[in-house]
């Protein structure tokens, strides 16, 4: 796994409530203890978010934004994995497990 993910993984992991995470100096923490409808609804939110940064940066404006936008997503959907136990390198292996298969050939066999 990328070392910055892993890295960040460990960190959210330490901020659950059950592993002694203070929702009084962490983010991470704080969104936690306001449920899994509050994670949801950050990642509902970044999604938008990122949605108008590659619109907007399609009509001019900065692409860095899309970037920043996508490391949001990314942040709160690892806040959301770990709630369900799950692990960025589980993701990657899901990916890797894609490697090669394209995406259309999958769709057809779904429809078979
Ligand atoms: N990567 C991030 C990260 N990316 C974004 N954010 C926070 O996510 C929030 C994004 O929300 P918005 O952009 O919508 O801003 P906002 O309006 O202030 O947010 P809300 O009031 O709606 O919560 C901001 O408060 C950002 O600071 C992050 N907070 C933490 N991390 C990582 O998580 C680690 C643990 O953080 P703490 O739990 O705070 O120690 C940090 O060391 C970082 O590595």
């Given at each position: 796994m990328s070392q910055t993910l892993g890295r960040l993984a460990a960190v959210i992991e330490s901020r659950k409530p059950e592993n002694g995470g203070d929702p009084a100096t962490s983010y991470v923490a704080r969104l936690m203890a306001k449920g899994d409808d509050a994670i949801l609804k950050k990642i509902g939110e970044e999604a938008t978010e990122l949605v108008m940064a590659a619109k907007d940066a399609r009509h001019g404006?900065?692409?860095?934004n899309v970037l920043y936008e996508c490391a949001d997503l990314w942040f709160h959907s690892m806040v959301l994995l770990a709630r369900f136990d799950l692990t960025p390198q589980q993701v990657l292996d899901e990916l890797a497990r894609r490697e090669g298969l394209s995406g259309i050939d999958e769709k057809a066999s779904r429809k078979e």
């Amino acid at each position: 796994m990328s070392q910055t993910l892993g890295r960040l993984a460990a960190v959210i992991e330490s901020r659950k409530p059950e592993n002694g995470g203070d929702p009084a100096t962490s983010y991470v923490a704080r969104l936690m203890a306001k449920g899994d409808d509050a994670i949801l609804k950050k990642i509902g939110e970044e999604a938008t978010e990122l949605v108008m940064a590659a619109k907007d940066a399609r009509h001019g404006a900065g692409s860095e934004n899309v970037l920043y936008e996508c490391a949001d997503l990314w942040f709160h959907s690892m806040v959301l994995l770990a709630r369900f136990d799950l692990t960025p390198q589980q993701v990657l292996d899901e990916l890797a497990r894609r490697e090669g298969l394209s995406g259309i050939d999958e769709k057809a066999s779904r429809k078979e």
